[in-house]
C-alpha cells in the first residue's frame, strides 16, 4: 500500500501506469493534506526529539543513528537501554 500526497510528479500517467503494472495499492487521499498524514505526524515527532539533544548530534553519522534510534522508539521498537547506538563512530 502506498500513500502520496497527489502532487502533480505522483499522479502522472508515467507513475500510475507503473503502480498499477506492479500491482502497488495506492491509498485514495486528499490533496495537500498534510494534518491528515500519518508519516506528517512521525516527522514532527522526531523533528522535535531530535532538536531537544543536548548536546545534539555532532555530525552526520550521530544524527543519522540517533534518527535511527528514535524511530525505533517511536514505532514500537524495544531497544535495550545500553546499546550505544550514539557512541559508533564512522570507520576509517
Known amino acids: 500500500m502506498l500513500q502520496h500526497d497527489n502532487a502533480r510528479p505522483?499522479?502522472?500517467?508515467?507513475?500510475?501506469?507503473?503502480l498499477?503494472?506492479?500491482n502497488i495499492p495506492v491509498l485514495a487521499w486528499p490533496a495537500y493534506s498534510?494534518?491528515?498524514?500519518?508519516?506528517?505526524?512521525?516527522?514532527?515527532a522526531l523533528d522535535r526529539r531530535?532538536?531537544?539533544?543536548v548536546?545534539?548530534?555532532?555530525n552526520i553519522q550521530q544524527l543519522l543513528?540517533?534518527?535511527l534510534f528514535l524511530f525505533l522508539l517511536l514505532?514500537?521498537?524495544?531497544i535495550a537501554p545500553d546499546t550505544p547506538l550514539l557512541a559508533l563512530e564512522p570507520t576509517e
Do not use: K, N
Open 20 to 22: 498499477e503494472a506492479e
Open 34 to 44: 498534510p494534518d491528515m498524514s500519518p508519516i506528517e505526524h512521525v516527522w514532527d
Open 10 to 18: 505522483h499522479v502522472a500517467r508515467i507513475c500510475t501506469q507503473f
Open 65 to 67: 543513528l540517533l534518527f
Open 55 to 58: 548536546p545534539g548530534p555532532a
Open 50 to 53: 531530535i532538536r531537544q539533544r
Open 75 to 78: 514505532t514500537g521498537f524495544r
